[in-house]
């Protein structure tokens, strides 16, 4: 289900952001649809980072290791 809702933005902004949708042949809407969907997205991917972070809080090398061996190959 979609919702309605309301921002208010700087009149040249919208201007060429109505520019820029229309070159990508879609429209202001659409790309604000597709922002919000990779904003949340984003952070969905943040939450699972710092949960496999704190699953493998456990795992210790037991020492620090030198540049040289850290790019090895």
């Not at 933005?9 to 990508?24: G, S, V």
């Not at 809407?29 to 952070?43: G, T």
Request: no cysteine; hydrophobic share 35%.
């Amino acid at each position: 289900m979609l919702k309605n809702i309301t921002f208010s933005a700087d009149e040249r902004l919208i201007k060429t952001a109505r520019r820029l949708a229309q070159q990508d042949e879609t429209t202001l809407n659409a790309q604000f649809r597709r922002w919000l969907e990779d904003f949340v997205a984003r952070e969905n991917l943040v939450a699972s980072y710092r949960r496999l972070m704190k699953e493998l809080s456990y795992v210790d090398p037991g020492r620090k290791f030198t540049r040289d061996e850290m790019n090895e190959r």
